[in-house]
């Protein structure tokens, strides 16, 4: 269920879900109003799903390859700060204790 706030007359919305079997989907939109009584609708939607196209299969330049094998910005920053986390270990153990 998604809250949509429409300030245009049409809204698009894209179905992401992937349809394998071709032929005819039915589906039903509920569209309630939370400002106004007897403005509900219901639409009853028939969508013909086609046959899957083939495709050319995606060639990948080298750099590409390279930038998609690297570690991410996230697994980055946690390897910095994973190292000097260390540092901080080792100098607390290296100063004596106070008397």
């Known amino acids: 269920m998604d809250k949509l706030v ?5 809204h698009v919305k ?18 309630r109003n939370d400002s106004y009584r007897g403005f509900d609708k219901r639409v009853d939607l028939k969508i ?7 495709r050319a299969p995606v060639e990948y330049d080298d750099e590409d390859l390279q930038a998609a094998k690297a570690p991410s910005m996230m697994q980055a920053m946690m390897e910095v700060n994973g190292e000097g986390s260390d540092d901080d270990e080792e100098s607390e153990e290296e100063t004596p204790a106070a008397q």
């Open 14 to 31: 894209e179905i992401k879900e992937r349809m394998v079997r071709p032929g005819t989907i039915e589906l039903t939109l509920l569209l």
């Open 6 to 10: 429409i300030r245009e007359k049409t």
């Open 48 to 54: 013909n799903v086609l046959k899957e196209a083939q």
